[in-house]
């Protein structure tokens, strides 16, 4: 049982190539989260999906689209990637049981 | 719109002493206040949340409406502590989100 599935965890790309995050989940949870992590910013949400078919976007969406691809996937794209977009991306779930939200370990992206 | 503020970037404090992490939030509502803590290049593990008032790891938080706080409290800090620690509140309208402060650092010297 892995909860939350992030590939890859590590990306290196050059300004303007474009890429996308995966995320999946096995917890049979509606609500899915996209976050990316900066020093002394905290985590700030991208994008959600509240339920398969939906999206909505977050606190900072610009340069990102997202695709909730069925119940358990749900992918970040860059289309033309930034350095500004450098950071750690985590994708989140929201955990009923606990009534809190389970995190992958993260994507770690480097843009050059 | 809500927000969470965790005043302080880094806390250190040597271990055996008591730690207290802030964490104050602005929503009219009801909210869900959690803290999470990330343990060097780790994911985010849930420690507490403000409605099932457990003791994790020896950390508690108590949800005071008044103050609009939830500290983080711990009496006597293990060197295992030293991590980052974020607060967090979600608000159920429909759906939910999670809301984070900016972290604080806390360091336990031996």
């Known amino acids: 049982n892995a909860g939350v599935t992030q590939t890859p965890k590590f990306q290196v790309l050059k300004t303007g190539q474009s890429m996308t995050l995966q995320c999946a989940q096995d917890?049979?949870?509606?609500?899915m989260y996209w976050y990316r992590q900066d020093p002394g910013m905290g985590l700030r949400l991208i994008y959600y999906?509240?339920?398969?078919?939906?999206?909505d976007k977050g606190e900072v969406p610009n340069g990102y689209n997202v695709s909730r691809l069925n119940k358990r996937e749900f992918s970040l794209r860059l289309e033309s990637a930034a350095p500004s977009q450098t950071s750690v991306y985590f994708c989140a779930v929201r955990d009923k049981a606990l009534r809190g939200y389970t995190f992958g370990s993260g994507t770690r992206l480097t843009v050059v | 719109a809500q927000r969470v503020t965790q005043p302080e970037k880094l806390l250190s404090v040597f271990k055996g002493a008591p730690v207290e992490l802030k964490c104050n939030y602005s929503y009219s509502g009801s909210p869900e206040l959690f803290w999470y803590v990330q343990y060097s290049r780790q994911r985010l593990q849930l420690l507490l949340r403000?409605?099932s008032r457990e003791s994790i790891k020896g950390f508690t938080a108590d949800l005071n409406k008044g103050e609009t706080s939830f500290h983080l409290k711990k009496p006597f800090a293990q060197e295992e502590d030293s991590a980052m620690y974020y607060c967090?509140?979600?608000?159920?309208?429909?759906?939910?989100?999670?809301?984070f402060g900016k972290g604080t650092m806390l360091l336990v010297s031996p």
């Open positions: 999906s509240a339920s398969e078919g939906t999206t």
């Open positions: 403000h409605i």
């Open positions: 917890m049979n949870h509606n609500s």
């Open positions: 967090a509140l979600s608000v159920n309208s429909g759906y939910s989100t999670l809301t």
